[in-house]
């Protein structure tokens, strides 16, 4: 019989080079979320969030799941017998970590290194990037035991895949495995087991190389204008460039240095030396 895992013990947490690797970490229940894993989850990403020997996060779990989803037990049944007040707070414990990584500091991937279920899809979504394993298993498993994916899946399933497939997707609570999730365009791209964690350290040590304010502008940029029409797109990304300018207007100032100047590298190739430019002030 398994001991309940203290809080703190929920996630855990390595940094080094600069990438900061959060791990759901209760392997025994296959990472389901649970509330005090959401609470737990909140303050580590608010620990890391600006550490200046973290540039990159990455969110995976321990074991064989990345997270099955909400703990149907502690979750779901437990607060609801606590009533109304209970229920609210445990979604809200949720969907504050879940709305953080959506607007994190630091460029966020998701490494989907097995199960990703229901409620996990409100983290997989919050990822700027996902790479899973081939062997991953995804699904909307809520119809299954007679409701609606809510959380936000809905809302994700609907935004990153095509109409009929959501829907399909939501309807019928079937799975589907980590290529047929790269096809549909849930996760970037699937590799084998064993390659995932190299592949994705290999992007997380491209991104170190970019400029972090144009990052953090860039990727509020994407979710942001996939609601706007294109004027209102047109407008915001205009103003945004500009703040971004005037934030980090020594590192644009390199950047094209380098690129005019010096003609050490070219743009569409790499990134300029950021090593170089006057540290930023705070």
Known sequence: MSTERQEADTVSFTVGERIAWVRFNRPE????????LNRQMLRVLEQLEHRD???????????????AGMDLKEYFRETEAQGLGAVRQSQREA??????????????????????????????????????????QFGLS????????????????RELLSYRRAMYH???GESIDGRTAAEWG??????PREKLAERVTAVAKTLLEKN?????????????????????????????????????NEGRKEGIHQFIDEKSYKPGLAAYDKSRQPPRKR
Not at 142 to 157: D, M
Not at 186 to 191: I, S
Request: proline letters at 3%; hydrophobic letters at 45%; one cysteine or more.
């Open 29 to 36: 229940k296959r990472n389901c979320m649970s509330p005090k």
């Open 53 to 67: 020997d973290v540039g990159v996060l990455v969110l995976t779990g321990e074991g064989t799941a990345w997270s």
């Open 170 to 172: 939501a309807l019928t």
């Open 95 to 136: 969907y504050a970590w879940w709305r953080r990584l959506r607007w994190y500091q630091k460029p966020t991937i998701a490494m989907v290194n097995g199960w990703c279920f229901g409620g996990a899809y409100g983290a997989l979504f919050a990822c700027d990037l996902a790479f899973a394993a081939e062997e991953a």
């Open 142 to 157: 809520e119809i299954n035991w007679g409701i609606l994916p809510g959380g936000g899946a809905t809302k994700i399933a």
């Open 212 to 248: 972090p304010v144009a990052l953090k502008a860039a990727k509020d940029a994407i979710r942001r204008v996939g609601e706007m029409t294109y004027d209102n797109a047109e407008d915001y990304l205009i103003r945004a460039q500009e703040a971004a300018n005037f934030f980090d």
């Open 186 to 191: 849930l996760v970037n791209e699937a590799l």
